[in-house]
């Protein structure tokens, strides 16, 4: 059974910083593109960045500049570091990874559970 265990949000005032990690575990063969999503309460998931297995990264437009996303390979974790935090960026994120399940031919794409991260003074 593959798992994504995402964690390091919080409370945390405008300006400041927070570092989000998430972990696979499980039977795992192969592990492509991780990422990481958001969702504000109201609003639709919308992409915050992706690396792919040979670290290329892509960044949503209101991130970059601001975020870095980056992976270990050998702990199968992908992390996201996030600066100069503003209140819009408040919102639940969540990790998501293609994965090769061990025994399987087939990438799935599995996500985490979601970590809260809130921007206020």
């Known amino acids: 059974q593959v798992q994504l265990v995402d964690s390091g949000g919080g409370l945390v005032q405008p300006g400041g910083s927070l570092r989000l990690s998430c972990a696979a575990s499980?039977?795992?063969?192969?592990?492509?593109?991780m990422g990481w999503y958001r969702q504000a309460l109201g609003k639709e998931r919308e992409l915050v960045a992706l690396?792919?297995?040979?670290?290329?990264?892509n960044y949503g437009d209101s991130v970059k500049g601001r975020f870095t996303i980056s992976r270990d390979n050998a702990k199968i974790t992908v992390y996201l570091q996030m600066n100069s935090l503003k209140p819009e960026d408040t919102a639940v994120y969540y990790c998501?990874?293609?994965?090769?399940?061990?025994?399987?031919?087939?990438?799935?794409?599995?996500w985490g559970l979601g970590t809260q991260v809130t921007v206020s003074s």
């Open positions: 998501n990874a293609d994965v090769r399940p061990t025994g399987l031919y087939n990438y799935v794409r599995y």
């Open positions: 499980g039977s795992i063969s192969g592990t492509k593109t």
């Open positions: 690396i792919t297995s040979d670290s290329s990264t």
